[in-house]
């Protein structure tokens, strides 16, 4: 027995160390997976605190995008009315947020440049070539846009006042007229926008028109042909107007403007003129039949009930208009002639107007555009006494315009129309000059 003791001592030993070192190895590996499990948990939270900030910035990203094309919007839409730019220095972009503050990021809302406006769309501005423009008034704003106005229109004329006894021989008057006439009216226009959709607009026209008649009468023995010139010069007939937009052009409809228009009589009144005849000018001509003055306005109330519409596609515009023209008649009129004598006439019913009108415009650079249309308007015969006028009958006009707009600054605006007529009885040349200017 007591051989083995140290033995005994020996393997007790040993076998004390390898419980030891068991105990040990296996407390190390405990710690070493609690260690483990504690830095997975912290990648999991750093990739949820990153995703939460990825989704941060993707979000303040958005709204920067958003805002962007608004304010892109707006100011086209500024521009095309002629309104000055929104400052680019008020449009602040703001940088990602830190990784301290990316928790709250998405909660708190990110507010970039100017806030959103609750204007009314506005139609593309383009080259003006009717006395309609298709762009409103901004509420609260004012636009003065003087004019100017010339027409120069031309007609012969050759009348055939007898009997023929054979047809190559005419027994009378052979009386051929050669007729020009030019027209300068410069116009004051004032347009103001009660709303984003409302505007009303005054307008008061000065005329200045010279007529120019060259006849000469044949079998009379006359070889000389006689030139009657007339002149007229004063304030036309003042209008008065009103245009709300009716819709708003989204989803690819156009943009439709109703208006409705009244025309006065403050210009010169055409049966208060003299005319040349020492008697009575039906059935009795002992004159030219010709006004020695000029009237400036037409004499009759009217009103204009209509609508345009303007249907953008980049890069062009498309636009039209139909309106109808009530002139309403007068009772009792009569018409100055020679020595202060009055020609009863009674009561007279101008014709009413169809008008048509259509085009397109094209924008050339930020500044030029230029449009290209077409006007046609169709004139009623004239009533006198409830019956139809001798001679008249309805007329139709047509003219082919061409427009150029150049923007001067944010606020001034060029605008040169020139029409060609394309019937015989419209004007053969027509061309108006515009300057518009907000305030």
Same mark, same amino acid.
């Given at each position: $027995?007591?051989?083995?003791?140290?033995?005994?001592?020996?393997?007790?030993?040993?076998?004390?160390?390898?419980?030891?070192?068991?105990?040990?190895?296996?407390?190390?590996?405990?710690?070493?997976?609690?260690?483990?499990?504690?830095?997975?948990?912290?990648?999991?939270?750093?990739?949820?605190?990153?995703?939460?900030?990825?989704?941060?910035?993707?979000?303040?990203?958005?709204?920067?995008?958003?805002?962007?094309?608004?304010?892109?919007?707006?100011?086209? %839409?500024?521009?095309?009315?002629?309104?000055?730019?929104?400052?680019? *220095?008020?449009?602040?972009?703001?940088?990602?947020?830190? /990784?301290?503050?990316?928790?709250?990021?998405?909660?708190?809302? #990110?507010?970039?440049?100017?806030?959103?406006?609750?204007?009314?769309?506005?139609?593309?501005?383009?080259?003006?070539?009717?006395?309609?423009?298709?762009?409103?008034?901004?509420?609260?704003?004012?636009?003065?846009?003087?004019?100017?106005?010339?027409?120069?229109?031309?007609?012969?004329?050759?009348?055939?006042?007898?009997?023929?006894?054979?047809?190559?021989?005419?027994?009378?008057?052979?009386?051929?007229? /050669?007729?020009?006439?030019?027209?300068?009216?410069?116009?004051?226009?004032?347009?103001?926008?009660? *709303?984003?959709?409302?505007?009303?607009?005054?307008?008061?026209?000065?005329?200045?028109?010279?007529?120019?008649?060259?006849?000469?009468?044949?079998?009379?023995?006359?070889?000389?042909?006689?030139?009657?010139?007339?002149?007229?010069?004063?304030?036309?007939?003042?209008?008065?107007?009103?245009?709300?937009?009716?819709?708003?052009?989204?989803?690819? $409809?156009?943009?439709?403007?109703?208006?409705?228009?009244?025309?006065?009589?403050?210009?010169?009144?055409?049966?208060?003129?003299?005319?040349?005849? #020492? %008697?009575?000018?039906?059935?009795? %001509?002992?004159?030219?039949?010709?006004?020695?003055?000029?009237?400036?306005?037409?004499?009759?109330?009217?009103?204009?009930?209509?609508?345009?519409?303007?249907?953008?596609?980049?890069?062009?515009?498309?636009?039209?208009?139909?309106?109808?023209?009530?002139?309403?008649?007068?009772?009792?009129?009569?018409?100055?002639?020679?020595?202060?004598?009055?020609?009863?006439?009674?009561?007279?019913?101008?014709?009413?107007?169809?008008?048509?009108?259509?085009?397109?415009?094209?924008?050339?650079?930020?500044?030029?555009?230029?449009?290209?249309?077409?006007?046609?308007?169709?004139?009623?015969?004239?009533?006198?006494?409830?019956?139809?006028?001798?001679?008249?009958?309805?007329?139709?006009?047509?003219?082919?315009?061409?427009?150029?707009?150049?923007?001067?600054?944010?606020? *001034?605006?060029?605008?040169?129309?020139?029409?060609?007529?394309?019937?015989?009885? *419209?004007?053969?040349?027509?061309?108006?000059?515009?300057?518009? $200017?907000?305030?």
């Amino acid at each position: $027995m007591e051989t083995f003791g140290p033995h005994r001592a020996l393997a007790l030993l040993a076998c004390s160390s390898l419980a030891w070192s068991g105990a040990l190895a296996q407390s190390q590996g405990a710690s070493s997976t609690r260690n483990a499990a504690k830095r997975l948990e912290a990648l999991q939270q750093q990739v949820k605190d990153q995703g939460r900030q990825i989704d941060a910035l993707k979000e303040q990203a958005d709204q920067q995008e958003a805002r962007y094309r608004e304010l892109q919007q707006r100011l086209e %839409t500024q521009e095309a009315r002629g309104a000055p730019a929104p400052d680019a *220095t008020r449009t602040a972009t703001r940088k990602p947020a830190p /990784e301290g503050e990316a928790a709250d990021a998405g909660a708190r809302p #990110v507010q970039v440049g100017v806030a959103p406006s609750d204007e009314t769309p506005q139609p593309p501005q383009y080259a003006q070539l009717f006395d309609e423009p298709g762009v409103l008034t901004p509420k609260g704003k004012f636009v003065f846009e003087p004019s100017l106005f010339y027409g120069y229109s031309s007609s012969n004329r050759a009348a055939l006042v007898g009997y023929t006894v054979i047809p190559a021989l005419l027994i009378g008057l052979i009386d051929v007229r /050669e007729f020009k006439r030019n027209t300068f009216i410069g116009t004051l226009t004032g347009r103001w926008g009660a *709303t984003n959709r409302l505007e009303f607009e005054a307008k008061l026209p000065y005329v200045s028109r010279s007529d120019d008649t060259i006849s000469r009468e044949i079998f009379t023995g006359s070889a000389f042909d006689n030139v009657f010139n007339t002149t007229g010069r004063g304030i036309g007939d003042a209008e008065f107007a009103a245009r709300y937009q009716i819709t708003d052009g989204k989803d690819g $409809m156009p943009y439709v403007i109703g208006g409705l228009r009244f025309k006065s009589r403050t210009g010169t009144d055409p049966f208060e003129v003299v005319t040349d005849c #020492v %008697t009575r000018c039906i059935g009795n %001509t002992t004159g030219t039949g010709l006004p020695l003055d000029l009237a400036t306005g037409s004499g009759f109330y009217s009103l204009q009930p209509g609508f345009t519409w303007l249907l953008p596609s980049d890069p062009a515009v498309f636009f039209g208009g139909l309106n109808f023209t009530y002139n309403f008649p007068r009772s009792g009129i009569s018409r100055l002639v020679l020595n202060g004598e009055r020609e009863f006439i009674g009561d007279v019913k101008p014709g009413n107007v169809w008008g048509l009108n259509f085009g397109m415009g094209l924008s050339i650079n930020d500044r030029s555009s230029f449009s290209l249309g077409m006007e046609l308007y169709s004139i009623g015969p004239t009533e006198q006494n409830g019956q139809r006028v001798i001679g008249s009958v309805r007329t139709q006009l047509a003219s082919l315009l061409l427009g150029y707009s150049y923007r001067y600054s944010p606020k *001034t605006t060029l605008n040169v129309t020139v029409g060609a007529g394309l019937t015989r009885d *419209t004007p053969d040349l027509q061309m108006t000059v515009r300057v518009p $200017m907000s305030f």
